[in-house]
């Protein structure tokens, strides 16, 4: 098997040697001067802030200041289905929704910058909440993108050489943006007056006839004047030939392109071996959907490339399959590779690396080293040192079970990090299942013999086709499970990695839909959770949890379930007796303070409201629930004007109300 390691450039010897000293790289170092100039508070992904006005003490008396609703709700969406047509495809307007706020606001001078669903952005007063402006690129009017996505963007980011001061963002109908910060006009000489087309050089990209095919849902990186994108494709086509998911970096001045990284190599690069009979000639994906992160000092870009067309049948696309499914270091720059790393050989769960790399320096056994750490879907933590790649531990090739799916290729092996351990459950065992009274374990017991389960990567399996898989193959977890976009925080001060996960099983359907509809022999049907007894879980808790990886030594510091857990299940009818724990559920999105663990919880709070939570770091012990006007919908962040410090983070809409940006402080 082609190895998932290579040697590093040249210019990075150089590199080791002035990393043997103290210097701390400015790459990981949290947020500074109580702004927060990128999606994650630095280019390092932290989401760390040295702010301490809100502490244990006073945290219980945190109020909202203000609140702003996305201005996406001015704009009438019957009146906009009316007047663009390619939003009518399929009469799917289920899709042609603003309640996507899932974005974190960006805060530069005395001003915040968000980007909306619908790909507006607005600059709000950080002390009032009041809308400065406003720049709509009527993204929406070249129809819905990506139909399985629907209207969704979770950023943006900011550039300034001193004198000019940019807000970039891409788009739903994948165009990246420039506007001046202080204006909101376009940058005229940025790109084609203002914008730049990203589909153009990528094969099998098109925007016509709708749905659009390839997009851009998360916030592009800045790294020494280069603006590096990803894209997002669908991962549920019916078609082998799908959008290459490369990644580029622009001119951030001209808009002009300066490189490619090509996922899927071309022949003669590094890993087109890895396509096996022709397959990276037509195979698509291989994308990075989500956020990646930077080290401008290093001058180096960490990417984190998703999976390949289709996500859980890889029979027409042999072998494994670089880049996809890797964390990858390339130049900012020149784009040229660095180093990598496969994270998962020839993907059959879908589970690409979901969350951007985080960057931070860590004491391993006495020896400082520059880290960056990938968190995954399948609540594995790699750790590797930055400027080189190796693992800071060991990573093991371990055998895992063959596919038994006709046609399908299967990796004989995959890696599997020594430490730190999983920061949620692998696999299924009986020991897992449900086991709140003696009577739902015995059911669960019955109810797991119709399903095909095992250790982690035990690989899908068609339904109805054997005495023990009728009902198909138990993911866990699945690829809603471990980490997700939410990503993960680190304290740089004590090389904490907070990671917020979820207990997520999932059944993977295949499905055949024939050579009129497809020339996929499978492809992914509709996936949903294996039930428990009476519409309980099948499995026990807790559902969401918590994790502190202490990343100098790789060992799990402590874990703790993310609040109560579903009302659903706590007052079942057949548990109104039983003395639960927190059970938790899905993920928090997290921001660490020099004081605090901020988490927006995904479980109701004790008087059943939607809160965000406040955690002491050391041992995750709940020290107040703040309420807030909805579900947390985008990860918070903070600042600080005039010596006031906020929390701001994005909530949920109703039926009849746009999603709000939420602003806290103290009195």
């Not at 094969?203 to 095919?213: E, F, L, S, V």
């Not at 879908?350 to 006495?366: E, F």
């Not at 982690?456 to 193959?473: A, E, K, M, V, W």
């Not at 706590?570 to 007796?577: G, I, P, Q, S, V």
Request: hydrophobic share 35%.
């Amino acid at each position: 098997m082609t190895s998932s390691r290579t040697a590093i450039c040249s210019g990075c010897v150089i590199l080791a040697t002035l990393a043997a000293g103290p210097t701390i790289m400015a790459g990981q170092h949290g947020a500074t001067g109580g702004e927060w100039r990128s999606y994650a508070g630095d280019p390092g992904s932290t989401k760390y802030s040295p702010l301490a006005e809100i502490t244990s003490e006073n945290v219980g008396n945190l109020a909202i200041a203000w609140r702003w609703a996305s201005v996406d709700g001015r704009l009438d969406l019957d009146e906009l289905r009316a007047q663009h047509p390619a939003l009518q495809v399929a009469n799917d307007t289920a899709n042609v929704s603003i309640n996507g706020l899932k974005g974190t606001p960006l805060m530069v001078g005395d001003a915040l910058y968000l980007s909306t669903a619908l790909s507006q952005v607005a600059a709000i007063d950080a002390t009032t909440g009041q809308t400065r402006w406003v720049y709509d690129p009527q993204s929406y009017a070249a129809g819905i993108p990506i139909m399985v996505l629907g209207f969704s963007n979770r950023g943006l980011t900011y550039w300034s050489d001193g004198e000019q001061e940019r807000i970039i963002w891409a788009t739903g109908d994948a165009r990246l943006h420039a506007v001046d910060a202080q204006t909101g006009q376009p940058v005229l000489e940025f790109g084609d007056g203002g914008s730049v087309d990203l589909m153009r050089g990528i094969p099998r990209a098109r925007r016509n006839p709708p749905p659009i095919n390839y997009s851009v849902t998360s916030p592009p990186v800045v790294c020494n004047d280069v603006i590096i994108v990803g894209s997002a494709v669908s991962d549920q086509p019916r078609f082998k030939e799908s959008p290459p998911g490369h990644v580029r970096g622009f001119d951030a001045r001209t808009g002009e392109l300066r490189w490619t990284f090509r996922t899927i190599p071309d022949p003669g690069e590094t890993g087109y071996d890895t396509w096996e009979d022709g397959a990276a000639s037509y195979t698509g994906n291989a994308n990075v959907w989500t956020m990646m992160s930077a080290d401008p000092e290093l001058g180096y870009a960490y990417l984190p490339v998703g999976n390949a067309t289709n996500d859980h049948y890889g029979g027409h696309r042999p072998g494994t399959n670089l880049f996809a499914n890797s964390l990858v270091c390339v130049e900012c720059e020149t784009g040229e590779r660095v180093w990598h790393f496969q994270l998962v050989h020839h993907d059959l769960w879908d589970y690409d690396p979901p969350a951007a790399p985080t960057l931070v320096d860590i004491v391993v056994d006495g020896q400082p080293i520059q880290a960056v750490a990938q968190v995954t879907k399948h609540a594995f933590t790699f750790v590797f040192d930055r400027l080189t790649g190796d693992p800071v531990w060991p990573i093991d090739e371990r055998p895992v079970p063959a596919s038994t799916v006709p046609g399908e290729w299967t990796s004989p092996t995959q890696p599997f990090p020594t430490r730190p351990p999983p920061f949620d459950r692998q696999g299924v065992t009986e020991s897992d299942l449900i086991d709140f009274t003696p009577e739902l374990r015995a059911e669960a017991v019955e109810i797991l013999r119709d399903y095909v389960y095992g250790p982690i990567f035990t690989p899908p399996s068609l339904i109805g086709t054997g005495p023990r898989d009728t009902r198909g193959t138990i993911e866990l977890p699945g690829y809603t499970g471990g980490a997700n976009w939410n990503g993960a925080a680190v304290d740089p001060e004590t090389g904490f990695l907070y990671v917020g996960s979820t207990t997520q099983p999932i059944i993977p359907a295949l499905v055949e839909l024939g050579p009129d509809r497809s020339n996929l022999r499978y492809t992914r049907g509709r996936m949903r959770p294996p039930a428990g007894p009476d519409g309980l879980p099948l499995f026990k808790g807790p559902y969401g949890r918590i994790t502190a990886i202490d990343l100098n030594r790789g060992a799990i510091a402590w874990q703790r379930a993310n609040g109560r857990g579903s009302p659903a299940i706590r007052d079942h009818a057949r548990l109104r007796d039983v003395a639960l724990p927190p059970l938790g559920g899905g993920r928090d999105f997290l921001l660490v303070t020099a004081t605090l663990l901020f988490s927006g919880q995904q479980t109701p709070g004790v008087d059943g409201t939607w809160v965000l939570a406040a955690r002491d770091k050391s041992s995750g012990e709940l020290l107040a629930e703040v309420p807030l006007p909805g579900r947390t919908i985008g990860s918070p962040m903070t600042y600080e004007v005039d010596g006031r410090q906020y929390v701001a983070l994005t909530v949920r809409g109703s039926r009849d109300n746009p999603p709000e940006l939420v602003a806290l402080a103290l009195p």
